[in-house]
């Protein structure tokens, strides 16, 4: 007489118990890519626990030369934040926003800024983060987005 209720009890849990999935964790944590490690670890020391980071181009690599991959296209289409330099910096990121069809919102964080100028010929600079002012500019640009 009990058997059945019973059985349809264990049957309902087990059915809950594999559409709740254990192996994905469930995160609050928004989505952030940075363009590049520098841009990273500045977002990564104001979001800290509360963002979920992914840089493009790690450390050691070369923006300017930079090759986006499947991976990166992945990211921004996951990503609810973008964070980058500007300047001309990321020659290759709006081909891949675009490509990706990422909906995220992009912050750059020279705008507002006057690019350093190089000492030969006054070219433009879009290393900003050599001037502690312009970094601290940058990490204010990250806490308001």
Same mark, same amino acid.
């Given at each position: ?44 020391? !104001? ?7 992914? /840089?493009? +181009?790690?450390? %050691? *690599?070369?923006?300017?030369?930079? #090759?986006? &991959? ?27 926003? !675009? ?7 992009? /912050?750059? +964080?020279?705008? %507002? *800024?006057?690019?350093?100028?190089? #000492?030969? &010929? ?24």
């Amino acid at each position: 007489m009990f058997r059945k209720p019973i059985l349809l009890v264990v049957s309902l849990a087990l059915l809950l118990a594999a559409c709740a999935n254990p192996a994905v964790p469930t995160t609050n944590k928004l989505k952030v890519v940075a363009t590049f490690s520098i841009l990273g670890d500045l977002a990564q020391n !104001v979001g800290g626990d509360r963002i979920e980071l992914h /840089a493009l +181009v790690g450390p %050691g *690599l070369d923006t300017h030369t930079f #090759e986006p &991959g499947p991976a990166d296209s992945i990211a921004l289409t996951e990503a609810s934040l973008i964070f980058e330099n500007g300047l001309e910096f990321e020659p290759w990121l709006d081909d891949l926003y !675009v490509a990706s069809g990422s909906e995220a919102g992009r /912050a750059v +964080v020279s705008d %507002g *800024l006057e690019p350093l100028r190089s #000492e030969e &010929g006054g070219e433009a600079d879009p290393h900003l983060w050599h001037s502690a002012a312009n970094a601290v500019h940058m990490v204010k640009a990250i806490r308001d987005a």
